[in-house]
T-cell receptor, first 116, second 113 residues
C-alpha cells in the first residue's frame, strides 16, 4: 500500500458546525502532515506529527485542532471556521521528519472544504 | 526567513524541452524537491537534490547549485499530460534537526500541440 487516503473528498459546513477530516496511511511512515492549499497557491504547512507527537504547529488558529490517534491515522478537527478557511486540505506522510535522507512526502488527494 | 522564487507561468510545445528555474534563500537548507501537481489533484514527487549536480530520472532531470541557491527542473520530450503546476520545495532544517518542507508558488506549465 503506497497511498495516503483522505476522507471526505468534499465537505461543506456552516460556521457553527463541528466536523473532522481524516487521513490514513499504511506505509509505516512515522511523520504525518497537514497542509492547506488555496486556489492557485502552493501548499502551506499547518501541522507536523512525528512519532505521534505534535512537532510543528505553524501558528494555526485554534479553530483547527489536529489529532494523531496512532501512527497510521491523522485527524483535523474543525470548529467555528470562517469562510476564508475554505481550501483544499492535504494530508501527507513521510518515513520520518529527520533531515537525513530524502524522507519524501507522499500526499493524499485532499479534502476540499467549503465554509458557508 | 525563507524565500523561494519560480516563474508563475510557462508555455512550451509538445516534443520540446523546457527548463523551470527556482531560486531560494533559507537559513538551514537541507534538500530541494520538485513536485508535480495536476489541477485538483495531490502533488506527486518528481525529484530530490541535496548535493550539487544533476539528477536524471527518465524525461525529467533536476539540477542543484547550493552556492547559488539555484535549481532547475528540465523536462524533455514534452507530452500534453505534462501540463501541470511544478512546485519547487526546500527542506529547512529546523530545531531538533527536524525538517520542514516549504513550497514555492509553483510554475504552471502549459504544453501546446
Amino acid at each position: 500500500d503506497t497511498e495516503v487516503t483522505q476522507t471526505p473528498k468534499h465537505l461543506v459546513m456552516g460556521m457553527t458546525n463541528k466536523k473532522s477530516l481524516k487521513c490514513e496511511q499504511h506505509m509505516g511512515h512515522r511523520a504525518m502532515y497537514w497542509y492547506k492549499q488555496k486556489a492557485k497557491k502552493p501548499p502551506e504547512l499547518m501541522f507536523v506529527y512525528s512519532y505521534e507527537k505534535l512537532s510543528i504547529n505553524e501558528s494555526v488558529p485554534s479553530r483547527f485542532s489536529p489529532e494523531c490517534p496512532n501512527s497510521s491515522l491523522l485527524n483535523l478537527h474543525l470548529h467555528a471556521l470562517q469562510p476564508e478557511d475554505s481550501a483544499l486540505y492535504l494530508c501527507a506522510s513521510s518515513q520520518g521528519q529527520g533531515v537525513t535522507g530524502a524522507n519524501v512526502l507522499t500526499f493524499g488527494a485532499g479534502s476540499r472544504l467549503t465554509v458557508l | 526567513g525563507q524565500n523561494i522564487d519560480q516563474p508563475t507561468e510557462m508555455t512550451a510545445t509538445e516534443g520540446a524541452i523546457v527548463q523551470i528555474n527556482c531560486t531560494y534563500q533559507t537559513s538551514g537548507f537541507n534538500g530541494l524537491f520538485w513536485y508535480q501537481q495536476h489541477a485538483g489533484e495531490a502533488p506527486t514527487f518528481l525529484s530530490y537534490n541535496v548535493l550539487d549536480g544533476l539528477e536524471e530520472k527518465g524525461r525529467f532531470s533536476s539540477f542543484l547549485s547550493r552556492s547559488k541557491g539555484y535549481s532547475y527542473l528540465l523536462l524533455k520530450e514534452l507530452q500534453m499530460k505534462d501540463s501541470a503546476s511544478y512546485l519547487c520545495a526546500v527542506r529547512d532544517r529546523g530545531s531538533s534537526n527536524t525538517g520542514k518542507l516549504i513550497f514555492g508558488q509553483g510554475t504552471t506549465l502549459q504544453v501546446k500541440p
